[in-house]
Structures are given as structure tokens and as C-alpha cells.
């Protein structure tokens, strides 16, 4: 079954803060991604521009990422969420979800990218697509656009957007 990539509005939240497990990360409670993507919820050093996509199967949510531009450690985005369902994770789906939030961020001159690994349970996806350390619990990647020109990703130049 194909998977499709599309950004997300808010009327997908309610769907995708249910992906989750109550005690994994890469997310947050409804509410919180509600007003986030509506610009009510603003992270530590956070700047108005905001995005959010999402991969869907059969039309059921599979995974989702979110970011913002931020002021946060120096940099020019965050990377605030990213999630995939457990039957999705070791494929592409996280790759092609970071790589259209990559663009996102190239579009708006935001190259210098940090992220909260929070349970660092992350850390090593993070690090396979070429974020470096920062501190105990940040990663960055201090030129986002590298995720879009990495070798061994043939299948992730042209993900298929619908919507
Ligand atoms: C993070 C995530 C999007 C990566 O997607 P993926 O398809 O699993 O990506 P990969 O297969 O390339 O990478 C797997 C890595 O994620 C880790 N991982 C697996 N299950 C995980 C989980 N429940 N939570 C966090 N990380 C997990 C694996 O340990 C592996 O790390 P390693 O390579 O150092 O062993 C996905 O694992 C996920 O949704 N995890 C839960 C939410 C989360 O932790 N988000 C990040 C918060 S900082």
C-alpha cells in the first residue's frame, strides 16, 4: 500500500495525537499540537512560522513532523516533533517525513537546526541523518540542507504529496 505525504491542517490533529503511546515521545497532547500549529503555543524562543506533515496508508495517519523557526541555542528552526507508528519505524517513512520538514526549513533560510532529544531514544536516527551533538539533550544540525543531498536515500528525492 502507498504511503502519501501531505501537510497537515489542523482539523488532522485530534487523528494524529492519537497515534502515539501514552509514554513515548515525538509528541504531545492534543491540545498542545492544536495550538502549536495555530500559533497559540509558542516553544521557548520560538518565531511565528510553524509546519507540520504527516504520512498517511489507506488514509489512516501513520507519522507526523512538526517544526518552527526559533532563536532557541543560536539556531534558525527546531524540529519539534516527529512520530511513526512502531509497524512503520526502520523503513522510510521517519526519513522522507524529516526530509519534507528539511525543505520547509531551507525555504525559509532557516539552515542551522536544533532538536530535543529528550529520552534519547532518538538520538541515533537523528545522528544517521548528520545532527551532531550541541549539548546533553540537544542535538543540531548546522546546515539542514545536507539532508536533502544524502547518499543511500534514492527513494526519498521526490516523496509522493497528495492533497
Ligand atoms: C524516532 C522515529 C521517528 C525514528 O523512526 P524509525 O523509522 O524508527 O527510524 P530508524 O529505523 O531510522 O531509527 C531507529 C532508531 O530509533 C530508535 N527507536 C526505536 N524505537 C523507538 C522508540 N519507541 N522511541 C524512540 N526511539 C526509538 C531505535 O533505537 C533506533 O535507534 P538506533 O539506530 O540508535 O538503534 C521513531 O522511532 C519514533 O517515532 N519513535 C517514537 C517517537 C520519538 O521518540 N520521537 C523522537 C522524540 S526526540
Known amino acids: 500500500m502507498a504511503v502519501l505525504y501531505r501537510r497537515a491542517e489542523l482539523a ?3 487523528a494524529l495525537a492519537r497515534l502515539r503511546q501514552v509514554d513515548e515521545g515525538g509528541g504531545a497532547s492534543e491540545e498542545r499540537m ?3 500549529l495555530a500559533g497559540e503555543h509558542h516553544p521557548q524562543h520560538a518565531l511565528a512560522p510553524r509546519g ?3 504520512a498517511t496508508e489507506a488514509e489512516s495517519p501513520i507519522g507526523y513532523v512538526a517544526g518552527h523557526l526559533t532563536q532557541r541555542f543560536g ?5 519539534q516533533w516527529i512520530y511513526v ?3 512503520q519505524r526502520g523503513g522510510l517513512v521517519a526519513a522522507v517525513l524529516l526530509r519534507l520538514l528539511a525543505e ?3 525555504r525559509h533560510d532557516a539552515l542551522r537546526v536544533c532538536v530535543d532529544v529528550g529520552g534519547d531514544r ?3 536516527f537523528y545522528q544517521r541523518h548528520g545532527a551532531q551533538e550541541l549539548n546533553a539533550h540537544w542535538l543540531v544540525w ?3 540542507s545536507t539532508v536533502l543531498g544524502r547518499r543511500g536515500d534514492g527513494g526519498l528525492s521526490a516523496p509522493r504529496l497528495s492533497g
Not at 539556531?75 to 524540529?79: A, K, V
Request: net charge negative.
Open 142 to 144: 548546522p546546515d539542514i
Open 12 to 14: 488532522d490533529v485530534p
Open 85 to 87: 507508528v512502531p509497524a
Open 122 to 124: 532518538a538520538r541515533g
Open 75 to 79: 539556531c534558525d528552526g527546531e524540529l
Open 104 to 106: 520547509w526549513f531551507v
Open 52 to 54: 507540520m506533515w504527516m
Open 34 to 36: 492544536s495550538r502549536f
